[in-house]
């Protein structure tokens, strides 16, 4: 595997192909200058001829790659997938990454101009969207703004509105709470009512804690699945390629950064109509992103095809959980809209 700087990448892309080259694949990955943050870029596909697939992680600051690469490696047979760790995730966290460079606007920014690198590297006119939670986030925006960059968009565990996200999931832990008669839950999640959600950062702690019974709860993985059980599923190539340290250090310091303006999205009010067709992949039992406000979004905006595709036997991660539907709904995404 090569790591390519963007100050070479031109004339380095030939001797890519050529390590990874009888049968024309990539494996690469790439330092890209994305809004004079250098960040980290993973790439592979079996062929260079298939078309972009990039993959938005969640969080904020939470890096998916070794679950994409692992979990839905069948992708790569008929797309070139980009996995990206964000400003202040993952690899492409740093100490020195100036704390007024991590908002909303910035992000989106990056994300525009890694879609117009990977286009001009790979000699393509347009790429496949794929936004996962917090990604989402990112995802919608880059639709809404950049249409002719897409053939398509697809939100995973799509996030609406911040604000009532959380009033929702935090209702439904505390209705569960009460079905179980689960008198510690009902005590710590009452508390966490009086102060959330909010928009400060201080406030992070009453999410954490929200979050701890959601996933007890069965509102972040569907039946026996649990962030151990994720980890377990993961190829050790690709648990080989993550530091830890920057890991641990970037979802901290993204979460601070960025939790508050996350609470500030409400696609309700800023979006009303989309120039790409758009898709939402959403598990039954998700109430990380209430699936309510997917459904009462697709009613009212305007997109040239838009559609709901359910996955039964998931939560937030349906990627994760249900590998083999996921990819099968992607490829199928795909032949539709003409991209293969």
């Known amino acids: 595997m090569r790591v390519i700087n963007n100050t070479l990448i031109l004339g380095m892309l030939i ?21 004079n943050i ?8 079996e062929s260079i001829e298939k078309p972009l697939l990039l993959f938005v992680h969640g969080g904020p600051g939470y890096s998916e790659f070794r679950f994409f690469r692992s979990y839905n490696k069948e992708l790569e047979n008929n797309f070139i997938t980009v996995n990206w760790d964000e400003r202040g ?28 690198q990977l286009k001009t590297l790979y000699h393509k006119k347009k790429v496949f969207l794929i936004g996962h939670s917090w990604g989402s986030v990112i995802g919608l925006n880059i639709a809404q703004k950049f249409p002719e960059d897409l053939y398509a968009y697809v939100g995973v565990g799509q996030v609406i509105d911040g604000s009532e996200n959380e009033i929702i999931s935090l209702q439904y832990t505390i209705d569960q709470a009460k079905k179980r008669a689960d008198t510690i839950a009902l005590k710590e999640l009452n508390e966490v009512r009086k102060v959330y959600p909010s928009m400060g950062a201080s406030q992070l702690q009453a999410l954490y804690l929200q979050r701890h019974w959601l996933e007890k709860f069965g509102g972040v993985f569907h039946g026996h699945y649990t962030y151990d059980s994720l ?21 901290i310091f993204s979460m601070n950064n960025l939790w508050p303006q996350f609470i500030r999205v409400n696609f309700f009010k800023t979006i009303k109509e989309l120039k790409v067709p758009i898709y939402f992949f959403e598990g039954v039992d998700d109430y990380n992103t209430p699936t309510e406000l997917v459904k009462r979004f697709v009613q009212i ?21 249900e590998p083999q539907k996921f990819n099968t709904e992607i490829l199928s995404i795909a032949l539709l809209e003409k991209m293969l």
Not at 38 to 45: A, E, K, S
Not at 91 to 107: A, E, G, K, N, R
Not at 231 to 251: P, Y
Request: proline fraction near 4%; charged fraction near 20%; glycine fraction near 8%.
């Open 89 to 116: 995730t993952g690899l492409s966290y740093c100490d020195s990454i100036p704390i007024s460079s991590m908002t909303v606007d910035q992000f989106i920014e990056d994300a525009h101009q890694l879609i117009q």
């Open 301 to 321: 905006v305007k997109a040239p095809s838009k559609k709901i595709i359910w996955f039964y036997h998931s939560a937030h991660f349906p990627p994760f959980e």
């Open 15 to 35: 001797m890519t192909l050529k390590i990874y080259g009888q049968n024309n694949g990539i494996d690469t990955i790439l330092k890209l200058n994305l809004g």
């Open 38 to 45: 250098l960040q980290t870029v993973l790439v592979r596909g």
């Open 231 to 251: 980890n377990n599923g993961v190829d050790k190539k690709e648990n080989a390629l993550t530091d830890t340290v920057k890991l641990e250090k970037g979802e």
